[in-house]
């Protein structure tokens, strides 16, 4: 299995209040990706990077902002935490060409709960 | 714009049954296509891809899937399934560029009977 951690694995918060949630990897891999899961709709790219201070938008970044200020940490944060964002969100990495052959790697998840 | 469909929500097959999850794509341009399970309460992982060559392409556990470029499909067969096979499988479509980009399917909820 790719070296993928996810903290936390569990958290619950309340409206208006701000999470992060981080990702770390061991394979030193370029590229890593953050998705949202929810029933009906499979994954959802929400940001990836692809190099150290390097990010973009995926389909559903509204009320999240990411960072990459390592090769091995990509974080994402909900400024402020709506219900609506309630959800399993998972950390990908892929890596060595970069291309669309590349096989993306998940982490565990975390789930977390906005009240 | 790239998507996909996995059109079964949820499948139920006895153990020792044959199974096809149903995966189509639309997509400009050669496709790149993954297949993903996830048990539960855990990421995913990867059964198997095809980017070229070969359309019957073999994957991790026994699976196997075909790649049809006039149907605009990629299905995920076994020819036996274990009750270790229950989980959910996720089709997926690789974005073409330098950010191996994928749009998944909503996903194939597999049970297996006894």
């Known amino acids: 299995d790719a070296g993928i951690t996810q903290s936390p694995r569990h958290k619950v918060t309340e409206t208006g209040t701000p999470v992060t949630l981080r990702c770390h990897q061991t394979?030193?891999?370029?590229?890593m990706y953050w998705y949202r899961q929810d029933p009906g709709h499979g994954l959802r790219l929400i940001h990836y990077s692809y190099g150290v201070k390097d990010t973009d938008k995926g389909e559903v970044s509204d009320g999240y902002s990411v960072s990459r200020s390592k090769t091995e940490d990509f974080l994402l944060t909900l400024e402020s935490a709506t219900s609506s964002q309630t959800s399993v969100y998972f950390c990908a990495i892929s890596g060595t060409s970069g291309g669309s052959t590349d096989t993306q790697y998940f982490g565990p998840g975390t789930r977390l709960t906005v009240l | 714009a790239q998507s996909v469909t996995q059109p079964d929500i949820h499948i139920t097959v006895s153990e020792g049954a044959s199974l096809e999850l149903r995966c189509n794509y639309s997509?400009?341009?050669?496709?790149?296509l993954f297949w993903y399970v996830q048990s539960p309460g855990q990421g995913l992982q990867l059964l198997l891809k095809?980017?070229?060559?070969?359309?019957l392409v073999q994957g991790i556990k026994g699976f196997e899937a075909e790649f049809k470029r006039s149907q605009s499909s990629f299905n995920l067969r076994k020819p036996s399934v274990h009750w270790s096979d229950a989980a959910e499988y996720f089709c997926?479509?690789?974005?073409?560029?330098?950010?191996?980009?994928?749009?998944f399917g909503t996903g194939t909820l597999l049970a297996v009977q006894p």
């Open positions: 394979e030193n891999h370029r590229y």
């Open positions: 997509y400009g341009a050669t496709p790149y």
């Open positions: 095809y980017f070229s060559g070969d359309t």
């Open positions: 997926a479509v690789g974005v073409a560029g330098a950010t191996n980009k994928l749009i």
